[in-house]
Each structure stands twice: as C-alpha cells, then as structure tokens.
C-alpha cells in the first residue's frame, strides 16, 4: 500500500467503460476518486495496492459496470409537473396548449418541484448532466447544486414575459446576473437559450448572442424542428432558420440546436462547416409527428452530433438509454441500412462526444485521471443482460435506467444502490401529486 496517495473512494472489480480516447475497457478494473476527480483507473490489482488509505470508502462494482454518466444535451427538466397534460397533437397546437399550463402555474416554488422531480428521474437513469432550457433558470440552478447534479441552464428568451414576468426588454440585463453569479461554480454551466426563430425577434436573438459570446458560453436554441416552423420562419424572414442564424452569426463552434429534422443537404454542409453541435432527440419528434432527422447524414458530412429527451411533456420521460435505443434503430429502419449508427457510436453521443461538443471534454465524458468523478454503476447480474459479448451493444439495445444501481457526480454519491441520497424523494412525489391534483382541476390540457 502507498499511503502517500489515498483515495476518498475506490471502485473496486468492475468492468470499467472509459470511453476514452482509446476506448479503454477493464474487466476487473477500478477508479480511485480523491475529491471531486478520477485519480487513477486501472487494473484493481494495481489501482488498490496504490491508492487504498484508512479513510479509503471502498465500492465493490463485481457483476457490474462502471462507465461515464450520460449526458442529455437538451430537455426542459422542470416540464416535468405537466407530463401527460397535452399529448397526440402536433407541435403547434401542443405548444399553446403547454404555455397555458406553464403561464397559470409556473413560478419559483413550483419549478423547485418540477426540478427537483425531473433530475431526481434523470439521476435515476444514470444522467448525471442536462443541457436545460426552461424558466426560472435559477431555481433550478439551486435544485442541482442541492441535490449535487450537474446543470448546464441560462437566461431564457422568448417575446412575451410570461410567465417569469420579464419583459423582453430586461432579459438581457436579467441574463447577465445569472451568468456572473455562476461562471465560476463547480456543478452550475451557464449558457444562455433563446426559445427558436419563431418566437424570438430578431434583435433579441442577437441580444442573446451577444450575451453568450461576453461570457464565451453556449447558445441553444431549437432550429428546424418541423416542417410548419420551417415554412413559418422562411415566410417571415425570407430564410430558412439556419440561414437565418446564421445570417445573424450565431452558427459557431458554441452553439447548439436542437432537433434540425428538417434540413436539406446544403444546411448540412453548413453546419459541418460552422462546427455547430446538433442535440437529436428521436423519441419527441416521434410523437409530436414532426420526422426523422437526418442524423446519419449529419454524422457521414461532419456535423456534431448528440443525443437529447427533450422535456418530459413532449416525450414524457427523461431516459437517455430509450433515447439511445431509438437513435440506433430508428434510422437503421427509415433507411432500410442496419450499419447505420451502430452501438458503439450512439454511446459516444450520449458520453465523450456530448461532452466535447458542449465545452466540458476536459471534465466529464470519459473516465480518466484528471477528469471529474462523473460515473455510474450498471447492475449486469440479470437476466436480460446475461451472457455479455459486446459491451456496447448491451448499453444500446438491452441496458434500460432501472439497471443503474449507483451514481457519482463530482465524486458524490447521489444515487446508492437505487437509493437516493441527497434529496427526500417522498416528499417530492407527494407534493407534486399534490400540484397535479390542482392542475388537472383547471383542465388545462383539454
């Protein structure tokens, strides 16, 4: 034993999935975490006889596996509070429906509970960071530095003020507040997420652009997400709403959009060549009726790609392992080609190339020294995923999130052996139960 470097933790006999840039795989590996960060990963032989101190907390991960968190680059968390509220309706009219929800009922105590719920589920299911667009950006800010969740979340922009009560005029000015108070915090990234062209003008768009590139952080926004806003945008603006962005400069390296289903080829090449990051997010196009984005095209001409639930309204849940499913097997069919989008890329989508299109590739994505101690534990002792040949296949199309046994974000455990450990669940539940009760009362999806 070398006493000069313990641990906090160790991580012990498991089947350790980097994800790193080697693709390193471990069968009986461990991970020594000291503090928030991966000190070493190795063999358990070698790792253990280093880094194990008296105050050395020991997980033993035999049957199960250890990779990176997951990683959903687009979702509105707090949406949680109206899952089941408005469904089998196109975007359009499934849109209005929601905001009259969201302007009679969302304000700061209520956010807390969607939040709370909605990364509650998402820790659940082995996501330990969400790019998230939704009201009240600071509330839910304080949710995840409570519970320990890794947050990216900024200023909103739409034409309206409700129902945060922010006049346009002053989203700006209320941006920069936020982005000062978190540009330095260990679990909160700012970013800032105008809504879409469609309902944001122009001048805030650059308002908005011009706030990211002050602070140097991402802009999302959701961009070509059905044919109607498409033609909507082009009307208005004579282009389409790439073009448009783009027109305005805000295509970069620092921006993510959100859906792109509808994009000819040459807005593909655009993206390409703007680096501009794509979040796919199969399961609500799906149901909203809005396509098939082509995302095979996207990844074979060089765009960045990743993979997002978008919120729990519009696809009604917040499982990043259905998402990766569909991402796999839904172009394989559309297409009639199952090469396409095979296992092993779609896991990076959802880990190292997620973290890399969003700016955190130095801190999570993958399991090294040096990177944050963002990782869970995946029970394998079941039947349904017994015998294991490919890894990667496994995490694709037989892993689902009540596998995940147990979950660390910056060294934390925030989930132990399906126990939470930082936030009263029950609670929660009761009170949104509670919400719901007088939400469905006002019948506001009907």
Known sequence: MNSTQPADKLILHGLIITMDDQLTVLDDGAVAIAGAGIVAVGPTSEVSAQFVGPATEVIDATGQLVMPGLINTHTHAA????RGLVDDLALEPWLERLWVAERKFLRP??????????QAEMIRGGTTAALDMFWYPEVSA????????????????FDFAEPDNIPVEQRTARGREFLQEYQRDPLIVPCVTPHSTYTVSPQYLQEA????????????THTSETNAEVATVSQRYGQSPPRHLDGMG???ERTVLAHCVHLPDDEISLLAQRQTVVAHCPLSNLKLGSGVAPIPGMRQNGVRTTLGTDGPVSGNDLDMWLTMRLAAVLHKGVQQNPTLMPALEVVKMATCDAA???????????LAPGKQADLILINLEQPHLTPL???????????????????????????????LTTLDEASVIAAVEELGQTIKKQQIGN
């Open 209 to 220: 652009q011009a706030l990211a590139d002050e602070f140097g952080v991402l802009l999302s």
């Open 142 to 157: 304080q949710v995840a530095k409570a519970i320990g969740f890794r947050l990216m979340t900024g200023p909103v922009y």
């Open 79 to 82: 949406d949680s509070l109206f």
């Open 356 to 366: 890399s299109a969003l700016g955190l590739g130095d801190k999570i994505g993958s």
């Open 250 to 252: 805000m295509l970069t």
């Open 109 to 118: 105590e209520t956010v807390r509970l969607g939040a709370q719920l909605a």
């Open 389 to 419: 040949y490919d890894v990667y296949s496994h995490l694709v199309y037989a892993v689902g999130r009540a596998d995940v046994a147990t979950v660390l974000i910056r060294g934390r455990v925030v989930m132990q052996e399906r126990e």
